[in-house]
C-alpha cells in the first residue's frame, strides 16, 4: 500500500484513501488462482460499495454479493453484469425481491422456508422465473472452530439442515422458480483453512445424500469469510487466495458441470485502503497523552463495534522523532471512540497526519453522521 503524502496533505480529512494498484494486483492474483477452474467469485459488495473501488471490481470481471436492493442497484450501475449477481440476506422486503428479479440478477440466495413462498408467490405475480440457492446453515461447531460466527444454529441466516428437504422440495415443485444450488456463509476474518475444509466435507456430505435421490445442484456457493492480517498489513498486503482456493477445490468433490461460488469481500478491500486522519489535538492526561483525531467511530466503526484493532502510524512525523507512547481517540462523545492504546508512535504534533490501516473493508460502508457530522470523503490513486 502505498500513500502519496504530498497529495493527502493537500485533501480535506479523514479521508478514505485507495491504492487502485494495489486493489489490481490482489484481484489479479484471485485471476491467477482460480484461471482455467470451475469457479466464479462473487465481490460482497457490502465490504465497500464506494463506487470507485466498485467499478474497478466491474472491470476485473468479477461478479457480486448483494445484501439488499440498493446495493443490487449500485453494482448494475458501478458496471456488473446482472447475470453475475447473488442477492442473500434473510430480510428481503417484497420490495427487492422484485427488485432483484426486474434486474434479472444470477440468483436470490434464499434464507428460510418463509421467504421461498412469498418469492413464489410474486414470481408467478410479476412473470418471472428467479434462479434460487438455498443458504443453508450448516451448524458448524462453534467449540471446534471458534472464529466462525454466522454459520450456528442459534444464528438467524441459513435454512436449519431439518426443513432442507422441505425448501429442496418446494423449489423443485415450483414452476415460478429454478432450483440452481446451495449457498454457505460461515462467518469473517477466518484466517485459519481448517473451517474451510470442514465447510466442504459437510457440503460433500450434502450433495452426495442429494445425488443418491437424484436432485444436482449447479452451483455450490461456499459464501465469504477469507480474513487479512491486521497486525502486519505490508508483510501480507495479498491474502492467501492460493492457499484459500487450494483447499476449497481439494476438498470438494465437484461433479462435471458444477461451479464452485465465492463471495469474497473483506480479502478483496481491506489492505487497499486506509483511513488518513488529522490530529486535531495532543492532549495531556495525568498519566498518559491523548492523539485526538479528527476522525471518529462514525468514520471507522470496528473499533467501537468489535473490538477491532487497525495498525497505527504517523505519516508526517519528522524521520528521527523520538517514539511515545499515546491513547489514539477520536472527537465522539463515546468512551468507545478509541482506535489505540499505548501505541508507540513518534512524536506527534497537532496537524499530523496519522493512518488507521486495513480499512478498505467494512470502514467507509458503515460509515455514518453520529453527532451530525459529515461522512468521510475518498479518493482512489
Ligand atoms: C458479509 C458476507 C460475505 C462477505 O464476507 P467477508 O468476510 O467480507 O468475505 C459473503 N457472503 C455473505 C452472505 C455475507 O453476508
Not at 448483494?66 to 458496471?79: F, N
Not at 421467504?115 to 451448524?139: H, I, T
Not at 414452476?175 to 446451495?182: A, F, I, S
Not at 461456499?222 to 476438498?251: C, Q
Amino acid at each position: 500500500m502505498k500513500i502519496d503524502v504530498e497529495l493527502a496533505e493537500g485533501l480535506k480529512t479523514p479521508l478514505y484513501y485507495y491504492d487502485k494498484a494495489l486493489l489490481e494486483a490482489t484481484l489479479g492474483e484471485i485471476k491467477r488462482c482460480i484461471a482455467g477452474k470451475p469457479v466464479k467469485v462473487h465481490y460482497a459488495v457490502k465490504a465497500n460499495c464506494n463506487p470507485k473501488v466498485l467499478k474497478v471490481i466491474a472491470d476485473a470481471g468479477l461478479g457480486a454479493d448483494c445484501v439488499s436492493g440498493r446495493e443490487v442497484t449500485a453494482a448494475i450501475k458501478a458496471g456488473f453484469s446482472p447475470d453475475t449477481i447473488c442477492y442473500a440476506g434473510v430480510g428481503k422486503t417484497d420490495r427487492e425481491l422484485i427488485l432483484g428479479m426486474k434486474s434479472g440478477i444470477a440468483y436470490f440466495n434464499v434464507e428460510s422456508l418463509e421467504e421461498l413462498e412469498v418469492l413464489d408467490q410474486l414470481a408467478k405475480e410479476y412473470g418471472y422465473k428467479p434462479s434460487v440457492a438455498l443458504r443453508v446453515n450448516p451448524n458448524i461447531d462453534a467449540h471446534t472452530h471458534h472464529y466462525i460466527t454466522t454459520g450456528l444454529e442459534e444464528n438467524k441466516f441459513g435454512i436449519h439442515l431439518s426443513m432442507l428437504d422441505k425448501a429442496v422440495e418446494y423449489t423443485l415443485q415450483s414452476p415460478n422458480l429454478e432450483l440452481v444450488g446451495l449457498h454457505f456463509h460461515i462467518g469473517s476474518q477466518i484466517t485459519d483453512m481448517a473451517p474451510f475444509k470442514y465447510l466442504c466435507e459437510k457440503v460433500n456430505e450434502l450433495i452426495a445424500n442429494y445425488k443418491s435421490r437424484g436432485i444436482e445442484f449447479k452451483v455450490i456457493n461456499v459464501g465469504g469469510g477469507l480474513g487479512i492480517d491486521y497486525d502486519e498489513p505490508d508483510k501480507n498486503s495479498i491474502p492467501d487466495f492460493k492457499g484459500y482456493f487450494d483447499t476449497l477445490l481439494s476438498t470438494l468433490k465437484l461433479e462435471p458441470g458444477q461451479e464452485l461460488h465465492c463471495e469474497l469481500g473483506r480479502a478483496i478491500v481491506a489492505q487497499c485502503g486506509v483511513l488518513i486522519s488529522k490530529v486535531t489535538y495532543v492532549k495531556k492526561g495525568v498519566d498518559r497523552q491523548f492523539i485526538i483525531l479528527d476522525a471518529g467511530m462514525n468514520d471507522l466503526m470496528r473499533p467501537a463495534l468489535y473490538g477491532a484493532h487497525h495498525k497505527i502510524e504517523n505519516i508526517t512525523a519528522s524521520e528521527n522523532a523520538p517514539v511515545e507512547k499515546y491513547d489514539v481517540a477520536g472527537p465522539i462523545c463515546e468512551s468507545s471512540d478509541v482506535f489505540g492504546k499505548d501505541e508507540m508512535l513518534p512524536l506527534t504534533r497537532r496537524g499530523d497526519l496519522i493512518v488507521l490501516r486495513s480499512a478498505g473493508a467494512y470502514g467507509e460502508s458503515m460509515a455514518s453522521t453520529y453527532n451530525i457530522r459529515t461522512l468521510p470523503e475518498s479518493v482512489l490513486v
